[in-house]
T-cell receptor, first 111, second 113 residues
Framework: AQSVAQPEDQVNVAEGNPLTVKCTYS??????LFWYVQYPNRGLQFLLK??????LVKGSYGFEAEFNKSQTSFHLKKPSALVSDSALYFC?????????FGAGTRLFVKA | KAGVTQTPRYLIKTRGQQVTLSCSPI?????VSWYQQTPGQGLQFLFE???????NKGNFPGRFSGRQFSNSRSEMNVSTLELGDSALYLC????????????FGPGTRLTVT
């Protein structure tokens, strides 16, 4: 069965430090992977996606994600966190022609 | 370009009633998907429409239905509302079917009392 897991409910990081939000997936065939962010009282916003090609994908707001086929992971990263990055982050995978979302990881960036 | 719009933004209904939610996709987008978001279950896929045809359906009872019009606008209907239907209902549009990224509306907050 197709699935995606975000093992951390919450990630805390200090402003200026690097951040990582973890995501692992299980899908048959080639994976199509996405990251979305949800700010308070707003809908989800697309950050980046991996379809094929370079394993390091760059997206909006300085975020990037690394696709690792052997570890079936697609971790979201940012070199220097901002307080404004505090939000709910969702990893998603296309499985069975449907987008399957992870449970979400809440990121807190402390000033 | 205008984003995805959803109406109404907030709804309060009582058990047993039915409700219709509306979604207008980004101009040029032909695919519309619906999701239910709750604190306990997260984001759950309801259905996807493309060119007025339902292409995929999630694991929801038949009380949940939808349709898409020729201008790509979409509606979803929930009949015989239950307390557990209280949720944020999100609509997302994309240029086409997967693996296009989706663009989400602000959602309709439905409260069933």
């Amino acid at each position: 069965a197709q699935s995606v897991a975000q093992p951390e409910d919450q990630v805390n990081v200090a402003e200026g430090n690097p951040l990582t939000v973890k995501c692992t997936y299980s899908v048959s065939g080639n994976p199509y992977l996405f990251w979305y962010v949800q700010y308070p009282n707003r809908g989800l916003q697309f950050l980046l996606k991996y379809i094929t090609g370079d394993n390091l994908v760059k997206g909006s707001y300085g975020f990037e994600a690394e696709f690792n086929k052997s570890q079936t992971s697609f971790h979201l990263k940012k070199p220097s966190a901002l307080v404004s990055d505090s939000a709910l982050y969702f990893c998603a995978v296309i499985g069975g022609f449907k987008t399957i979302f992870g449970a979400g990881t809440r990121l807190f960036v402390k000033a | 370009k205008a984003g995805v719009t959803q109406t109404p933004r907030y709804l309060i209904k009582t058990r047993g009633q039915q409700v219709t939610l509306s979604c207008s996709p980004i101009s040029g987008h032909r695919s519309v998907s619906w999701y239910q978001q709750t604190p306990g279950q997260g984001l759950q896929f309801l259905f996807e429409y493309f060119s007025e045809t339902q292409r995929n359906k999630g694991n929801f009872p038949g009380r949940f239905s939808g349709r898409q019009f020729s201008n790509s606008r979409s509606e979803m209907n929930v009949s015989t509302l239950e307390l557990g239907d209280s949720a944020l209902y999100l609509c997302a549009s994309s240029l086409g079917l997967a693996p296009y990224e989706q663009y989400f509306g602000p959602g309709t907050r439905l409260t069933v009392t």
